[in-house]
């Protein structure tokens, strides 16, 4: 059961993102996808134009096992239903447009939050269960640096989580921009649902607002 307050911060800008779609397309391109080589500036101007929507929720996680980016299973319930504090988000792979700017704001995050105590954990879980194995999710946090666990498994298990966090729109092409924010101890999430900086997630992190 999810509870949403939604508050719009901005009206949709199409011309900057897909500004920013044809500059990570370029840099795929190139050979330069990692997230070193995304075009800081025109993330931040894609973010700073697009609807941003965030909430307070609650969620109940279902009781499935996945997978890490090292083959492992994972049983999710143990993780995200626990206490500990956490940062999600959902991905795919061959997404070539808002996907490496999460996974780089994701890694932006992180050094933001170097000294939070306790540090959040960070997840990214795929929404592309068809084509994201195990081995292609390694082959992605090594290209981008990301030193976090990456999640995929069964079609059936992952849709069933994709439903409860609201992530899933009827397929991959339909993805939008979300990620969860839990702080230690808490049963609400942060909901934020579109394109931000890692500095306004710091925020959010920093004083449970939502």
Request: with cysteine.
């Given at each position: ?161 994709l439903r409860a966090f609201g ?44």
């Amino acid at each position: 059961m999810t509870a949403f307050t939604i508050g719009f911060r901005t009206s949709l800008q199409a011309v900057a993102l897909g500004a920013l779609c044809c500059t990570l397309m370029l840099h795929a391109s190139y050979g330069r996808a990692d997230a070193s080589n995304i075009d800081e500036h025109a993330a931040h101007r894609a973010a700073a134009s697009s609807a941003l929507q965030i909430a307070k929720a609650e969620y109940e996680v279902p009781d499935v096992t996945l997978e890490d980016e090292h083959g492992r299973p994972i049983k999710l319930r143990q993780i995200l239903a626990s206490d500990q504090a956490l940062v999600v988000n959902f991905i795919f792979t061959s997404c070539a447009t808002v996907c490496p700017v999460m996974t780089a704001t994701l890694l932006q995050l992180q050094r933001e939050l170097k000294d939070a105590s306790p540090a959040p954990r960070y997840i990214s879980v795929s929404i592309d269960p068809d084509y994201d194995s195990a081995t292609i999710l390694n082959d992605y946090a090594k290209r981008f640096h990301a030193d976090w666990t990456f999640l995929s498994g069964e079609r059936e298990s992952v849709l069933d989580v994709l439903r409860a966090f609201g992530a899933w729109r009827g397929g991959k092409s339909n993805h939008v921009p979300l990620t969860l924010l839990r702080r230690p101890g808490e049963t609400q999430w942060t909901r934020v649902e579109g394109l931000t900086s890692a500095r306004r997630l710091a925020e959010l992190w920093r004083d449970g607002a939502g």
